[in-house]
């Protein structure tokens, strides 16, 4: 856990790592799938993706470089080609949360409401993790503010910080709280 020892340096030891698998495995897809992960965090997306579709090549069926290669396309507005690999991915393994997650999240943004229930239904109930997060934002873009205000109260039972966070949000777009309040909370966090 990086917040446990705040004085290493995880970008470092990470950089390294990779530079390893990549000089010593090279023709392994995980390695490829690492060399991916950790472009995508320094923002070179088509290094990322070019290490993913290798991946792919070397491991057709590698589910997790699926994920990470669809979720990259989704994001850089590559929309049906990205939920492709997702919902390969979700084929191969139907317990892949972040891809459900990418998915559902997709169907959102292009206002199918529909087709976003149904792909949340498939994560079971709501956690206080990624998914609590998304049906709160969801709910506020759609505008059901009693689904908001379900998500606040399900939030406001958890003492762990994401629902702490959740539950400030909830109340944020439900006029309880000032805005300013989220956004110092925000800003607390970047630091």
């Known amino acids: 856990v990086p917040d446990a020892e705040p004085t290493r340096d995880w970008k470092a030891e990470a950089e390294r790592s990779v530079a390893r698998a990549v000089g010593e495995a090279p023709e392994l897809a995980e390695t490829q799938h690492a060399r991916g992960l950790y472009a995508m965090q320094l923002g070179m997306f088509r290094e990322a993706a070019e290490a993913l579709h290798r991946a792919l090549e070397i491991a057709p069926t590698f589910i ?6 669809g979720s990259l396309l ?8 990205g939920l492709k690999h997702l919902h390969l991915a979700v084929q191969l393994d139907p317990t892949q949360r972040f891809a459900l997650l990418a998915i559902a999240r997709s169907y959102a943004l292009a206002g199918d409401a529909q087709r976003y229930r ?13 998914p609590l997060m998304l049906v709160m934002r969801v709910a506020a873009w759609f505008r059901e503010f009693d689904e908001v205000r379900a998500m606040v109260a399900k939030a406001s039972d958890s003492s762990r910080p994401i629902a702490r966070f ?16 989220l956004a110092r909370l925000l800003e607390n966090v970047a630091r």
Do not use: K, N, W
């Open 118 to 130: 149904a792909t949340i239904a498939q994560l079971g109930p709501i956690d206080f993790t990624a």
């Open 64 to 69: 997790e470089a699926h994920q990470s290669l």
């Open 166 to 181: 959740a539950a400030l949000y909830g109340r944020a777009v439900l006029g309880e709280v000032p805005a300013d309040s």
């Open 74 to 81: 989704v994001e850089a507005g590559r929309v049906a080609e």
